[in-house]
C-alpha cells in the first residue's frame, strides 16, 4: 500500500492545554512563527497530506515561488517542515513534510484560538 | 471604553477567521486525497468483468442490461469508497472539494443517461460506447479540475477513445469500452492508491 494521509482528527483542538481565562492576555505569546497567513497554510496543508512538493503547495496557496520559498524556509529553520531535494529527470524536485515539531506546534496554535474564541466570546 | 469593548471583539473575529482559513487550506489540500484509489481498481474490475460479458452476448438489450448493470454497481461502489477514504481521514463526506467535484461531474453523466434513453429509443445502440466514452471523459476532465492531476488526465483518455469507439464498427466500440471503464480504472486507481493512500 502506498502513502497514506495523516489522521487530521489528531489536530482537533484541545481547549483544556491552555486555560481559557488566560488566552487573551497570553495572545502576545502566540506562535509569531505560525500566524503568519502563508506559513499557517502550509503546515495546515501538511496536516491532512503526508508531503507535498513545492509546486502543489505553491498552486494549493496561490502563491509566488518567491514568497513560498521564504517562508517554507522559515518553517524549515524552525524545525517545523522537512524539506527534500531531489531530482525527477533533469527536473529539480522538492518535497516538504510537516516534523512531529511541527505538528504539535500547529496543534498549541489551534488549541489558542480555540481558547481565545471561547474567553473574547462573553466579552464581545 | 470603546476600546476595552473592541479588543476582545477583533481578537474573536481574528481568531474565528484564523480558523476558518486552517479550515480552508486543510480542504483545499484534502482535495488531493478525496478520490479512492482501491475503490477505482474496483471499479475497474467491474469494467473490465462487464465488457468481456457483454462482448458474448448476442442480443442488444442484453448487451445494454449488461453495462447498465456495471454501471449501476460501478457508481455505488465509487460512492461508498469516497465515504470510505473521507472518513478514514477525517474528513466531511460533503466538503467543498467533494462537492465541487460532484458539482462538475454530474451535468455531463446526467446527459450521458438521456442520450442513453434516447439513442435506445431510436435503436441507435451502436452511437452508446462512443458517447458514454466521450460524456464520461467530459465529466471526469471538469470534476478533475478539482482534483489531483491525472484524474483530467483520465478524462482525456475517455475523450481520446470515446472518439475512436463513436467512428468505429460495434467490436472496436466494445473495446474501447472495456480499455476505457476497464484497464484506465485500474491503472489510475492503483496510482492513486500508491500514490495518495487508498
Known sequence: ?124 | MTRQTDEPSSLYEHAAENLVYIRDAMERAGSFTAVPGWGGVIMGLTGAAAAIIAAGQDARDAWLVTWLAAAVIAFTVGVVAVLLKSREAGAPFLSRPARQFALSFSPAILAGALLTAALVRAELHSLLPGVWLLLCGAAVVAGGAFSVRIIPLMGLFFLFLGTIALFSSPLIGDVCLGLGFGALHIVVGAIIARRYGG
Not at chain 1, 14 to 20: A, R, V, Y
Not at chain 1, 50 to 78: I, M, P, Q, W, Y
Open chain 1, 1 to 124: 500500500m502506498g502513502k497514506k494521509a495523516p489522521n487530521p482528527k489528531r489536530l482537533t483542538p484541545s481547549p483544556e492545554l491552555i486555560p481559557m481565562e488566560g488566552a487573551v492576555e497570553k495572545t502576545a505569546e502566540l506562535d509569531r512563527l505560525i500566524h503568519d497567513r502563508l506559513r499557517l497554510g502550509i503546515l495546515s496543508a501538511l496536516a491532512v497530506n503526508e508531503s507535498f512538493s513545492f509546486t502543489e503547495l505553491k498552486n494549493l496557496l496561490k502563491t509566488t515561488d518567491g514568497n513560498l520559498s521564504v517562508h517554507a524556509r522559515k518553517l524549515e529553520e524552525a524545525g517545523y517542515v522537512s524539506c527534500r531535494k531531489s531530482f525527477q529527470g533533469r527536473v529539480p524536485h522538492t518535497e516538504y513534510r510537516l516534523t512531529t515539531n511541527g505538528r504539535r506546534a500547529l496543534q498549541r496554535y489551534l488549541d489558542h484560538m480555540e481558547a481565545l474564541i471561547i474567553a473574547t466570546r462573553g466579552r464581545a
